[in-house]
């Protein structure tokens, strides 16, 4: 995506090089006429509001955009509306990064060795099924983990 600043640039660079009317620089490039002849507005300069933001930032290191609207907005007075200050926020590289939640320390999982005969190692478990009646009922089995038997339910 290039900016209509841009366009206009490399429409006069077309005109000076191929000595062409603006007409046919903005057919070949697929330009409209307006982008060409359009005059940008003044714009006012972000010089103060770049002075305050940095004011506030060096108060309150951790506040973050949206607080620091607020400070500038309700208690400095400035009329200056938040997709401005945001703007100006950024482009002064003090957009913070969102904090990633903290992993919670897992704990190594022990690896149970593997049986090398019968009844050295049993496992138990809750099965639950349900009747046709929809009645439902748990047993709870008992397996030997080497030989895979249920050993008791």
Not at 92 to 108: A, E, F, N, V, Y
Request: hydrophobic share 35%.
């Amino acid at each position: 995506m290039v900016s209509p600043k841009a366009k206009r640039h490399a429409l006069e660079v077309i005109r000076d090089k191929f000595k062409l009317s603006a007409r046919q620089a903005c057919r070949i490039l697929g330009l409209r006429q307006s982008t060409y002849h359009y005059k940008p507005k003044r714009v006012r300069g972000d010089a103060e509001l770049r002075d305050k933001i940095l004011e506030v930032v060096t108060k309150k290191q951790r506040w973050g955009r949206p607080m620091v609207t607020w400070m500038l907005r309700e208690r400095m007075g400035l009329t200056d509306n938040h997709k401005r200050i945001g703007r100006v926020y950024r482009e002064l590289g003090l957009q913070m990064h969102k904090r990633r939640k903290s992993r919670k320390i897992t704990r190594p999982r022990m690896l149970l060795e593997a049986p090398t005969s019968p009844n050295r190692l049993w496992a138990m478990d809750f099965v639950q099924d349900s009747f046709a009646s929809g009645r439902r009922f748990r047993v709870l089995t008992v397996k030997d983990l080497y030989t895979h038997e249920a050993l008791c339910l």
